[in-house]
């Protein structure tokens, strides 16, 4: 089991910059591929960024390359999610979640957090 516990959100002007943390716990961190997904009110919920277990590979969602990175800490046991040029569209509650490989798709992933609120006003 891994447990996963998001924090960071909270609301930030359109422009701003905001950053995430998931803490993880439980089973080794460093053996799993780390991802966040971003569900707003009313959609389905979308893939944003992954980073393999090693950290050295990244992907992203379309249009959020650019604009939010994705980085970890083995140490530290967490990964991060640094969002800049924040959109109103950005809006939407974020998960991190943990897989064995490198993924982009939901339910490819094993362990998710509870979530985290991100407002973004204009």
């Known amino acids: 089991q891994v447990q996963l516990v998001e924090s960071g959100g909270g609301l930030v002007q359109a422009g701003g910059s905001l950053g995430l943390s998931c803490a993880a716990s439980?089973?080794?961190?460093?053996?799993?591929?780390m991802g966040w997904f971003r569900q707003a009110p009313g959609k389905e919920r979308e893939f944003v960024a992954a980073i393999s277990w090693s950290g050295g590979n990244t992907y992203y969602g379309a249009s959020l390359k650019g604009r939010f990175v994705i980085s970890r800490d083995n140490v530290k046991n967490t990964v991060y999610l640094h969002m800049s040029s924040l959109r109103p569209e950005d809006t939407a509650v974020y998960y991190c979640?943990?897989?064995?490989?490198?993924?982009?798709?939901?339910?490819?992933?094993?362990?998710w957090g509870q979530g985290t609120q991100v407002t973004v006003s204009s």
């Open positions: 439980g089973r080794t961190f460093s053996s799993y591929a």
């Open positions: 979640a943990a897989a064995p490989t490198l993924r982009t798709r939901e339910y490819e992933y094993d362990y």
